[in-house]
């Protein structure tokens, strides 16, 4: 359903690596709501093809860019104004890896050589890309930026290993970036916590099934899917949120607030 909230605008969606990926939803969403955009990915993740399939079905180019490249980012930048046709409104970062998880490291035996590639991947490209943006001008006023971050940022999650260090940075960056964006550019940053959703990056965490069924068992709305992220996406790149900026905003069906709920207690009690 269109309801035509993005008409007009433009804008750079990383982070779409098959149709499983939130930025996949996000990028089908917002193309049905008139947006135009630059779809980008690390040049390793193109190799595997399936973005072609959502460019085509969007109507949209692909530049590749890894973006823990400032190099890559500016030309990227650069070039999809010109594609676009203008300055841009809304850029999804939407980009997480940690070396160590993808090779069974445990969080209390790390490589530091991996440990800092996932800091660079999963946090840093976040000031990297809005460091460029900012130097370029390249945002119109009004503009919206949003990350993707998870809760282990701010909660224990044993297995979440490094990416819990690397979402907190990233959530710090949203605020001390996007004072300076709000300041000297009138544009909004944040980030939006999600629930554990099936996606590549999801299914590296170790025991995901069992995270992802614990979290929709405490969630009195049960876990957000990746097509409800984007519908959320789509609202924070619109120009109904205007005011809201320097947030981490939860977007998990009610799990950031719950002690414990009657399907997960039931668990406990049930040989009683
Ligand atoms: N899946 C979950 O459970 C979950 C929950 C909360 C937040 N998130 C966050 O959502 C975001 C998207 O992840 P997803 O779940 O859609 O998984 P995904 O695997 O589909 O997306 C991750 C993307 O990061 C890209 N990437 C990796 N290294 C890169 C680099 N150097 N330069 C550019 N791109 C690079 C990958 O190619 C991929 O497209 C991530 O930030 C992730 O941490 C995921």
């Known amino acids: ?3 035509n909230l993005l008409k007009g605008k433009r804008g750079i969606i990383f982070g779409a690596l098959d149709e499983n990926s939130i930025a996949w939803k996000t990028a089908e969403r917002v193309h049905e709501e008139g947006g135009t955009f630059v779809l980008t990915n690390a040049p390793v993740a193109m190799r595997m093809g399936q973005i072609k399939d959502l460019a085509e079905k969007t109507g949209s ?10 190099e ?6 650069e070039q999809s104004m010109e594609i676009l046709g203008g300055k841009i409104d809304f850029v999804l970062h939407s980009i997480g890896m940690s070396v160590n998880l993808r090779k069974g490291n445990h969080y209390t035996s790390q490589n530091y050589d991996w440990t800092q590639k996932g800091t660079d991947v999963s946090a840093m490209s976040f000031h990297k890309v809005m460091q460029t943006l900012y130097q370029k001008d390249a945002m119109n006023e009004w503009g919206s930026i949003v990350a993707l971050t998870y809760m282990a940022s701010q909660r224990v999650f044993p297995d979440y290993n490094d990416m819990a260090d690397n979402k907190a940075m990233l959530e710090s960056i949203a605020r001390s970036f996007g004072y300076f964006f709000g300041r000297d550019k009138k544009v909004r940053v944040n ?11 999801g299914s590296g965490v170790k025991g995901f099934d069992g995270f992802i069924s614990y ?21 924070m790149f619109s120009d109904l949120t ?3 900026t320097l947030q981490n905003l939860f977007h998990d069906g009610g799990f950031s607030n719950m002690g414990v709920s009657d399907d997960v207690m039931e668990t406990f009690t049930r040989d009683k």
């Open 1 to 3: 359903m269109s309801h």
């Open 61 to 70: 180019q692909i530049i590749p860019a890894d973006a823990t490249s400032v």
């Open 72 to 77: 890559d980012l500016e030309n990227l930048i």
């Open 191 to 201: 980030t939006i916590s999600q629930s554990p959703t099936p996606t590549t990056a």
């Open 215 to 235: 979290a929709d068992k405490m969630s009195p709305l049960g876990n957000a899917t990746a097509l409800d992220c984007a519908n959320y996406t789509i609202t």
């Open 242 to 244: 205007r005011k809201v």
